[in-house]
């Protein structure tokens, strides 16, 4: 399977992006799949998870109210809807995809498949 991840850029304080990660070659069942971000010197963190079969989510604090993950009816592909955007959201953005049912969207080794990243600034 390959994720691709696109959408990021260069955006003011307060603006809007809106990621999207698409899946190809995909021969197994997924059961959830996450948007992460690394920004400079920090780790990998969670953004935002959404339960592939019942769409239920799951989000940052960091991000709580100002961003939105979804998912296409087909499932193929996956949408991070990033508003009121801050300085400290500049990250390279990862999607990936989970296949085992006992997982956290919190823990990096539950994935599965990661997509390449897409870099998004933010400037003040």
């Known amino acids: 399977v390959q994720l691709q991840a696109s959408g990021g850029g260069l955006v003011q304080a307060g603006g809007s992006l809106r990621l999207s990660c698409a899946a190809s070659g995909r021969t197994f069942l997924v059961y959830a799949a996450a948007w992460f971000r690394q920004g400079p010197g920090k780790e990998r963190e969670v953004v935002a998870g959404i339960n592939w079969s019942q769409g239920t989510t799951y989000y940052a604090d960091s991000v709580k109210g100002r961003f939105t993950v979804s998912r296409t009816g087909a499932k193929n592909t996956m949408y991070l809807q990033m508003n009121s955007l801050k300085p400290e959201d500049t990250a390279v953005y990862y999607c990936?995809?989970?296949?085992?049912?006992?997982?956290?969207?919190?823990?990096?080794?539950?994935?599965?498949?990661w997509g390449q990243g897409t870099l998004v600034t933010v400037s003040s």
């Open positions: 990936a995809e989970a296949t085992r049912t006992y997982m956290r969207f919190d823990v990096l080794s539950d994935y599965d498949y």
